[in-house]
């Protein structure tokens, strides 16, 4: 098969996939887009845990996103909090409820399938493919990468040298967990 003819099944395989792992979502009464404004504030740092940042990252709207956190905070699975940085502004957190329905996240079964039928190698590679996909998209449509952390252009890796990160465009101090998380300034490191 040729390099096209590979790529063309591939998306079609994606498309395939993520069909059959949103028919499992109805579990918990949670709809697809509040399973992925769950993901998002999972995996999200402190800065962008904002109803503008989700919505940027789901390419939603802010009106649609509203309304999925109102459905959301109705559940009990996510609180709003005035922002520390910006009183006009409000932060959002999973509430552990919210973390224990995301224990059950349909998406898994998906990671299983993925995990018994690859190697590591072949799974790595399918990875980085993945990633220069969605690279290429995001360039496309303008959007921002909303990459992890350690890999931002900002970040200072142990500035105070005792094994604490920093952020030199916000200024904050940022832990090691911080520095796993994806950020809405994330700016990659130039290659
Ligand atoms: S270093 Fe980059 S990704 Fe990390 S908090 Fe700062 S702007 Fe965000």
């Not at 402190?46 to 109705?74: C, H, K, M, N, W």
């Not at 998906?110 to 190698?121: F, I, N, T, V």
């Not at 101090?173 to 700016?187: H, M, R, V, Y």
Request: hydrophobic share 35%.
């Amino acid at each position: 098969m040729s390099t096209r003819g590979y790529a063309a099944e591939a998306a079609q395989l994606i498309d395939r996939l993520e069909r059959l792992a949103r028919s499992g979502e109805a579990r918990h009464g949670v709809n697809p887009a509040q399973w992925e404004a769950l993901r998002y504030l999972a995996q999200a740092n402190r800065f962008s845990r904002t109803p503008a940042a989700l919505a940027d990252y789901l390419a939603s709207t802010r009106g649609t996103v509203s309304q999925t956190l109102i459905a959301l905070e109705g559940k009990g699975l996510v609180a709003r909090r005035q922002s520390a940085r910006d009183k006009r502004s409000v932060d959002l957190d999973l509430t552990d409820a919210g973390r224990r329905v995301l224990v059950d996240d349909p998406l898994q079964e998906l990671a299983r399938d993925l995990r018994k039928g690859d190697s590591d190698e072949g799974l790595a590679a399918a990875v980085e493919v993945l990633r220069d996909a969605l690279r290429r998209a995001l360039r496309r449509n303008g959007s921002r990468p909303f990459g992890v952390c350690h890999a931002c252009r900002h970040f200072q890796k142990n500035a105070s040298g005792r094994g604490r990160h920093h952020c030199a465009l916000i200024d904050e101090p940022l832990s090691e967990e911080d520095s796993g998380l994806i950020c809405t300034e994330q700016e990659p490191v130039p290659a």
